[in-house]
Nanobody
Framework: VQLQASGGGLVQAGGSLRLSCAVS????????MAWYRQAPGERRDLVAI???????NYTSSVKGRFTISNDNAKNTAYLQMNSLKPEETAVYYC??????????????WGQGTQVTVSS
């Protein structure tokens, strides 16, 4: 299983970015995908999560501004981020939980994409 995250960059406060996370490989089924973020010196925190049936959940600070979605046919998850704030500057990581053909649950991380919000 390989994850490729993209879409980060530099944006002014109040701006928007859309992150993508594409999952590739074979011999597994995706259970859920999620986005986390980690600021320098801080722990990695959950931002948003979605399962393959379309269920979603968000950390309270991003509700109403961020939207997580997925394209099951493309094994890709997206994070639309609007009204970004400087304190949301962080490396954003994609995570996927899959079930393989032996019914083993596994978690994988993408390489992270930098999001920088200037004030």
């Amino acid at each position: 299983v390989q994850l490729q995250a993209s879409g980060g960059g530099l944006v002014q406060a109040g701006g928007s970015l859309r992150l993508s996370c594409a999952v590739s490989g074979s011999g597994f089924s995706i259970y859920r995908m999620a986005w986390y973020r980690q600021a320098p010196g801080e722990r990695r925190d959950l931002v948003a999560i979605t399962d393959t049936r379309g269920g979603t959940n968000y950390t309270s600070s991003v509700k109403g501004r961020f939207t997580i979605s997925n394209d099951n046919a493309k094994n890709t998850a997206y994070l639309q981020m609007n009204s970004l704030k400087p304190e949301e500057t962080a490396v954003y990581y994609c995570n996927v939980v899959v079930v393989d053909t032996s019914r083993t649950w596994k978690s994988f991380w993408g390489q992270g994409t930098q999001v920088t919000v200037s004030s």
